[in-house]
C-alpha cells in the first residue's frame, strides 16, 4: 500500500467512522463521494445522517446519488488529512476538487476529529533487512557460520544470517545446525540494537539468550557495524539534522500576573486598572503602556461576558512541550468581562462540543476546574449562560 | 537637523543579582525607566514636537528571554507603546553607538535605551551560550562561552606570562572594589588562597575567576548637544566608538592575537582624537568574563603593552591606570549587559557620583563590551566630562 505523510488512504478511511463526533454534526444528512487518484487511492463513500457515519469502500466508479464529491491524488488526501499539506491551498491550486454542495465539504472538520497517523517504529525486520550491507569483512575473515535470529512477539520472525567466504547473506527461516542462536523478544532486539537496551543486562535477565558457540557469539557483534536508524541519515551530503532545543525555563510571574493566577484559584478573574486613565488589563500587568505609569490597583471583573469575536482552528500548532497537535477543531473567544469596556478583553477557549451555537454578543461564563493551582485552565473554558 | 555630538544625560542601574526571581523582565525594565524619568525630568512624547522621548534602543536576547523577538514582551515597560523602538541583540555597549548614530544622523535628538537580562531564567546560562554555536560542528563538542574563553585563557596566559596567581590577585582586587559598588553583584571579599583553591571549572579558569550568574537592567537617556542642558548639568560625552569581529569558528582565528579589540580601540581612539592610551584616561571599564581577560583587554586597549598582561599586573598597572572601579563584570553582569554596564559605571564616575570608590578628577575614561565567546565582537568606547576641555 502507498504511503504518503507515514500513512496511507486506506487506513485515514478505515478510522473515519471512529472519529465521528456526532455533536458536530446535528442535522446533517449529507452523502460524501472521494475519488482518491493515483497508488493506494480508491473510492470511498461517506453517509451522514441521524447523528452516525458510515464510510464505505466502493468495488466500482458508481457513486450513487451524493451531496458533495471531493477529488485529489492518494498524495494530496494524506497531506492534508495529517496537516502536512493546506488544504486552502490545494483548493486554490485545484490539487484538491469539490463538486456538489461544497459547503459539506467546509463542514467535515467539524465533523471528525483529526487524523493522527500511527507513530511507527523501527521493527527487527527492518534492522535484519540491513544486516548484509552492515556487514564487515574485514573483521570476519575466513568466519564460517550461520547466527539464527529467533524473534518473538510484534515484528517478530525467524532469520539466518549466513557468514561464509568474507560475506553474509540473510535467509527467512532458522538453518538446522546453526553456530548461535539470538532468541530474545523482537522489541527487546530493536532496543538492544539502538542501543537502549544494555546487551549484559538483557543477557542477565533472561531476555536475550544465546545458544550454541559462545566463543562465536562474543565475536558477533564486531562483524557489523552499527545500525543507524533511518531518519539519522539520508545520504551523502545536504544532509537534514533534526534536533529539539530544549533549555529549561523558569518564568517568573512577578507581582501582577502571581495575583491573577491566585485568584483563579479562588474563582476570581482579577485586571488592574491605571490610576492615570483608568484602563483595565486582564490579565494585570505591572506597567500601563499607554501612560507608561505602574499600574496596581486590582479590581475583580466578570466572570461573566460578552463574546466580541470567535476564532475556530482548524490546524493546530503542535504544543510545544509535547509535541502533540491538539484536537480540533477548537474554539478561542475575545471576551469582553462584566466590568470591561472597549478592548479591555480577556481571550480564552469555547466549550468544545457547543462550538457550532456560538456567535458574537452571547453572554458566556466560566467554567471552573474542580482542582483549581493557580493556572490558566483553571478556567476549563466558557460556556453559553442559558 | 542633526547634532554634531550626542551626550549620555541620566544612568540607572537595577542592583545585580544572582537571581531576580520575584519579578518579570517587564517589571526590571521599569525600574530603571523610572529613575532616568526622575532624574531628568523627561516625559513620553504624547504628540509630535513636544519634545518627549520618541525613539527607545533596547538590548535584549531571545534566548535568554526564551521569547521570539524578545522586545515585543517589553514594549509597555520601556514606553515603546505608540512610538518607535529598535532592539541590539549584543552586547548593550553597541546600543551606544546605535543611539548616537540616531541622533548625529539627525533621525532623533533624544534616545532612551534599556537593556535587561536574567541569566537565572534558564537552568543552565550555558545551554545558552551553547546555542551560539553551529549545530553540526561546534554545539556537538560541546562549546559554550566559558569551554571557548578556556582556551582563550590557556594560549593568552602563555603568551603574556599570566599565571593562576596573577587571575587571583585580579578576582581578589575586583572584589575589593564591588564592596564599594552598591549595584554590583558579588561583593564578598575573597582571599588569594580562596581564589587559588577555588574548583577548576574549565582549566585553567577556577570557578571564581569566572563571573556569577547575574540579572539585572540598566537604562539611559542619550540626548544631542542642543537638548542636553534640559535633562542635566553633568553630560557625558560620547566621543569615540569602534567595533571590530573576530572569525565564528575558533579553528580560524588565533585566539591570543587581540587583533579585533585592537582595532575597535584604534577605531575609537581615531574618532576621539586620543593618541597615547596610557596616558590619556584617568580610568577604564574592561568587560572581565573571566579573570584573564582583564590583562588580555588591557593590552588590547592599549593600557599595558603587547604581551606583558603578567608584569603589568605584578607593576600595579591595574591600580595605576584606574582598571575597573565598579568591580568589573567579574564583580557580575549578564551577560548582554556586560559592556554596558561598564559604560554605566564610566558616566557614573564622569558626573562624580561614584562615591567610596569614585576615581578623582576623572575627565576621561575607555569601557570595552564583548559579544560571544572570547571577545568576539569587540567595541570600545571613550566618554568624557566637560572638563576633559573639547
Redesign the interface.
Known amino acids: 500500500m502507498a504511503e504518503y505523510f507515514g500513512t496511507t488512504v486506506e487506513d485515514i478511511f478505515r478510522t473515519q467512522d471512529s472519529r465521528f463526533r456526532p455533536e458536530g454534526a446535528e442535522g446533517v444528512d449529507v452523502v460524501v463521494a472521494y475519488n482518491i487518484s493515483g497508488a493506494g487511492g480508491g473510492r470511498w463513500k461517506l453517509t451522514v445522517k441521524d447523528g452516525a457515519s458510515k464510510t464505505e469502500k466502493l468495488k466500482d466508479d458508481d457513486f450513487g446519488g451524493f451531496t458533495a464529491k471531493m477529488s485529489a491524488d492518494a498524495e494530496t488526501f494524506v497531506g492534508v488529512a495529517v496537516g502536512q499539506l493546506d488544504g486552502a491551498a490545494m483548493f486554490t491550486s485545484g490539487k484538491l476538487k469539490g463538486e456538489g454542495d461544497m459547503s459539506v465539504l467546509m463542514k467535515l472538520p467539524m465533523m471528525f476529529t483529526k487524523y493522527m497517523p500511527p507513530k511507527k517504529g523501527i521493527t527487527a525486520a527492518d534492522i535484519l533487512a540491513t544486516a548484509v550491507e552492515r556487514f564487515r569483512p574485514d573483521m570476519a575473515g575466513d568466519l564460517d557460520i550461520t547466527v539464527g535470529y529467533k524473534l518473538s512477539g510484534e515484528g517478530g520472525g525467524e532469520w539466518t544470517a549466513v557468514i561464509k567466504d568474507g560475506k553474509c547473506a540473510l535467509e527467512e527461516g532458522l538453518r538446522d545446525g546453526l553456530t548461535v542462536t539470538n532468541i530474545a523478544s523482537a522489541s527487546d532486539y530493536v532496543d538492544l540494537m539502538l542501543g537502549k537496551l544494555d546487551p549484559l543486562v538483557a543477557i542477565g535477565a533472561g531476555r536475550l539468550q544465546l545458544k550454541g558457540d559462545m566463543e562465536t557469539a562474543q565475536k558477533l557483534p564486531k562483524l557489523f557495524s552499527k545500525f543507524i536508524p533511518p531518519e539519522a541519515s539520508s545520504g551523502p551530503e545536504l544532509i537534514v539534522?533534526k534536533?529539539t532545543?530544549s533549555?529549561?525555563?523558569?518564568?517568573?510571574?512577578?507581582?501582577?500576573?502571581g495575583k491573577f493566577l491566585k485568584g483563579l484559584k479562588e474563582k476570581k478573574i482579577l485586571a488592574n486598572k491605571c490610576p492615570e486613565c483608568g484602563r483595565r488589563q486582564v490579565p494585570p500587568?505591572?506597567?500601563?503602556?499607554?501612560c507608561?505609569c505602574?499600574a496596581e490597583e486590582f479590581v475583580e471583573v466578570g466572570p461573566e461576558g460578552v463574546i466580541t469575536m470567535i476564532e475556530y482552528v482548524y490546524y493546530a500548532s503542535p504544543d510545544p512541550l509535547t509535541g502533540e497537535t491538539r484536537e480540533t477543531p477548537y474554539g478561542v473567544a475575545i471576551i469582553l468581562l462584566d466590568g470591561c469596556e472597549g478592548n479591555e478583553t480577556m481571550w480564552h477557549l469555547l466549550k468544545s462540543d457547543e462550538l457550532d451555537s456560538f456567535k458574537r454578543g452571547d453572554r458566556i461564563r466560566p467554567v471552573w476546574a474542580e482542582e483549581r493551582t493557580g493556572n490558566l485552565f483553571d478556567i476549563k473554558y466558557f460556556e453559553k449562560v442559558r | 537637523m542633526s547634532a554634531k555630538r550626542a551626550a549620555i544625560c541620566a544612568v540607572a542601574q537595577l542592583p545585580f543579582e544572582k537571581a531576580?526571581?520575584?519579578?518579570?523582565i517587564?517589571?526590571m525594565c521599569?525600574d530603571v525607566?523610572e529613575p532616568v524619568l526622575e532624574q531628568t525630568g523627561v516625559k513620553?512624547c504624547k504628540k509630535p514636537g513636544d519634545g518627549g522621548i520618541r525613539s527607545i534602543v533596547t538590548v535584549s536576547d531571545d534566548?535568554f528571554d526564551?521569547r521570539t523577538i524578545s522586545n515585543n514582551a517589553i514594549?509597555?515597560?520601556v514606553?515603546a507603546?505608540?512610538r518607535g523602538e529598535d532592539k541590539v541583540a549584543m552586547d548593550g555597549i553597541n546600543a551606544i553607538a546605535y543611539a548616537v548614530s540616531c541622533i548625529l544622523s539627525g533621525h532623533d535628538d533624544l534616545i532612551l535605551l534599556v537593556g535587561h537580562c536574567k541569566e537565572?531564567?534558564?537552568?543552565?546560562r550555558n545551554?545558552?551560550t551553547n546555542?551560539a554555536f553551529d549545530?553540526?560542528y561546534l554545539r556537538p563538542l560541546g562549546l559554550d562561552f566559558e569551554t571557548l574563553n578556556a582556551l582563550q585563557a590557556r594560549d593568552y596566559m602563555a603568551k603574556s606570562g599570566v599565571t593562576d596567581e596573577h587571575l587571583a590577585k585580579v578576582v581578589v582586587r575586583s572584589r575589593r572594589n564591588a564592596a564599594k559598588n552598591p549595584v554590583a553583584n558579588a561583593r564578598d571579599e575573597v582571599t588569594m588562597e580562596e581564589v587559588m583553591n577555588s574548583p577548576m571549572a574549565y582549566d585553567p579558569l577556577r570557578e571564581l575567576h569566572i563571573y556569577p550568574q547575574s540579572d539585572g537592567a540598566i537604562a539611559m537617556l542619550i540626548a544631542g548637544e542642543d537638548r542636553v542642558k534640559e535633562f542635566t548639568g553633568k553630560p557625558v560625552w560620547v566621543s569615540g566608538f569602534g567595533n571590530c569581529m573576530d572569525s565564528y569558528f575558533p579553528g580560524d582565528k588565533d585566539l591570543a592575537s587581540n587583533f579585533p579589540l585592537k582595532k575597535a580601540a584604534k577605531l575609537a581612539y581615531r574618532m576621539a582624537g586620543v593618541t597615547d592610551p596610557a596616558k590619556e584616561f584617568d580610568f577604564a571599564e574592561l568587560n572581565d568574563a573571566a579573570a584573564y581577560q582583564l590583562p588580555m583587554w588591557a593590552e588590547g586597549v592599549g593600557l599595558c603593552a603587547d604581551g606583558a598582561g603578567g608584569e603589568w599586573i605584578d607593576g600595579g598597572g591595574m591600580e595605576k591606570m584606574n582598571v575597573n572601579p565598579s568591580g568589573g563584570m567579574l564583580a557580575g553582569n549578564p551577560i548582554m549587559l556586560g559592556g554596558l554596564a561598564r559604560a554605566a559605571e564610566l558616566v557614573i564616575q564622569l558626573r562624580g557620583d561614584a562615591g567610596e570608590r569614585q576615581v578623582a578628577g576623572a575627565r576621561r575614561g575607555v569601557a570595552n563590551g564583548t559579544t560571544g565567546a572570547a571577545g568576539q565582537l569587540q567595541s570600545v568606547l571613550v566618554l568624557e566630562n566637560d572638563r576633559a576641555g573639547r
Not at chain 1, 247 to 257: A, C, E, F, I, L
Not at chain 1, 285 to 290: D, K, M, N, S
Not at chain 2, 20 to 24: A, G, P, S
Not at chain 2, 120 to 124: F, G
Request: charge should be positive.
Open positions: 539534522l534536533k532545543i533549555v529549561d525555563m523558569k518564568y517568573s510571574t512577578g507581582r501582577m500576573m500587568r505591572e506597567i500601563c503602556a499607554a507608561v505602574r | 531576580i526571581w520575584h519579578k518579570r517587564q517589571e521599569f525607566v513620553f534566548v526564551a514594549q509597555d515597560a514606553g507603546h505608540n537565572s531564567q534558564a537552568e543552565s545551554m545558552c546555542l549545530p553540526f
